[in-house]
């Protein structure tokens, strides 16, 4: 499919003609390629997979990002349900102390674009999970509602995540007033900022990619970014010079916010996601 779809929608949507297309490595939602122009010019191409047709919702929060924030993204050039075109940053995903702090500069700075209320205009995605995004003024609802509780429904329907998982998940859920508490205000994050959605060129951040937008606490992505550890202490003392840090991340909400990613890893992989899903039940006593 992609051997049609990819020279077609370059021709027909760009007026150029395809040299090449080769296969990348990475695309949740889509199979990856880059395409070199018949000039010379290098793009990425992403072809939907059968039944999935999310590309243009990536296309929407790249373009998102890129008109509303400087954080750096591919400019995106066409998207589609099944076809996304956009442009080849250079960078490799490891990061040099200074670049982390420039990670921290541009993320401190997303952070810092806010709006009246939790959630976002439309739906985004998560991976090539649908991340519902009602607005809404209580971040404790948005949080249990439309992340913690979504997520868990949808996993437990999948086969992945079994009744009594999800009673527990339940359950903690009920208790999230008291654990969360409501930050002001809400704000934009990238929501999905692990080491290869990052490329650096010497010390500096080149793009973010596959972003998962929405306004929400910001510390979400803190507790992210440290579950994977895509970043060190670098990027950690930086943004707390900038905006600073609550002790209570560290002691209750980066576990508490990481149960969302968790889940999510739990829809797609199962195994060990599940049990990292049980710790954190476990260790909120639910």
């Not at 499919?1 to 990475?26: D, F, N, T, W």
């Not at 059968?50 to 998207?79: F, I, K, Q, T, W």
């Not at 420039?102 to 401190?108: G, I």
């Not at 500096?204 to 972003?211: G, K, N, S, Y």
Request: glycine letters at 8%; charged letters at 25%; proline letters at 5%.
């Amino acid at each position: 499919m992609a051997e049609r779809i990819v020279p077609e929608g370059v021709e027909a949507h760009l007026g150029e003609r395809l040299k090449s297309a080769r296969p990348m490595g990475g695309g949740c939602i889509g199979e990856v390629y880059r395409v070199e122009l018949e000039d010379g010019t290098p793009l990425v191409a992403k072809v939907d997979r059968e039944g999935e047709s999310h590309l243009d919702r990536e296309a929407y929060m790249l373009r998102y990002l890129r008109e509303n924030s400087d954080l750096p993204v591919p400019e995106v050039y066409h998207g589609s349900e099944t076809l996304l075109l956009m442009e080849f940053v250079e960078g490799t995903s490891r990061f040099s102390e200074e670049a982390e702090h420039h990670a921290a500069d541009l993320l401190a700075a997303l952070h810092g674009i806010t709006a009246d209320t939790y959630g976002h205009e439309r739906d985004t995605l998560i991976g090539s999970l649908n991340q519902p995004n009602p607005l809404m003024e209580s971040w404790t609802e948005f949080f249990r509602d439309h992340r913690l509780l979504y997520i868990a429904n949808v996993a437990h329907e999948a086969g992945r995540l079994p009744m009594e998982d999800l009673r527990r998940t339940e359950s903690l859920a009920e208790r999230l007033d008291d654990l969360v508490g409501e930050p002001n205000p809400p704000a934009l994050i990238h929501g999905d900022v692990w080491s290869a959605n990052v490329l650096a060129k010497g010390d500096r951040i080149t793009a973010f990619l596959d972003p998962a937008i929405y306004h929400a606490d910001p510390e979400i992505e803190l507790a992210f970014i440290s579950l994977f550890d895509s970043f060190g202490n670098a990027f950690l003392e930086r943004y707390a010079k900038i905006r600073g840090i609550d002790n209570a991340f560290f002691e209750t909400r980066r576990d508490l916010y990481n149960l969302y990613p968790l889940l999510v890893h739990t829809y797609y992989f199962g195994g060990g996601y599940l049990g990292s899903v049980r710790s954190t039940l476990d260790q909120f006593g639910a």
